[in-house]
């Protein structure tokens, strides 16, 4: 069982960076792959990027590559989620999750089994 604590939402104006933290706790969190999804109003869940156990093998969505960097700090069970040059279509609550398996369909919901409150993020224009 691991639990996923996001922060560091807030409101920033368009071409502004923000950086999230997602703190994990729980069993053998250095084990899981870290996700990232956002959810814009009206719109489903959707993947924003990946890390993988040890930090490397990371994932983005064509969408952020580029603008959000991914990274992990496995001593303080943390994964960061910068991102820069935020447009108003970045807006959405964003949310880490968690898998123990590894799903090879790490871009979907389904595969992360852990999955924290959220936290809004708002670019104004």
């Known amino acids: 069982q691991v639990q996923v604590v996001e922060s560091g939402g807030g409101v920033v104006q368009a071409g502004g960076s923000l950086r999230l933290s997602c703190v994990a706790s729980?069993?053998?969190?250095?084990?899981?792959?870290i996700g990232w999804f956002r959810q814009a109003p009206g719109n489903e869940r959707g993947f924003v990027a990946q890390?993988?156990?040890?930090?490397?093998?990371?994932k983005y969505a064509d969408s952020v590559k580029g603008r959000f960097t991914v990274s992990r700090d496995n001593a303080t069970n943390t994964v960061f989620l910068q991102m820069n040059s935020l447009n108003p279509e970045d807006t959405a609550v964003y949310y880490c999750?968690?898998?123990?398996?590894?799903?090879?369909?790490?871009?979907?919901?389904?595969?992360?089994?852990?999955w924290g409150q959220g936290t809004q993020v708002t670019v104004s224009s």
């Open positions: 999750a968690a898998d123990w398996n590894g799903d090879s369909r790490w871009s979907e919901e389904h595969s992360y089994e852990f």
């Open positions: 729980g069993r053998i969190v250095s084990m899981y792959f």
């Open positions: 890390s993988g156990r040890g930090g490397g093998n990371k």
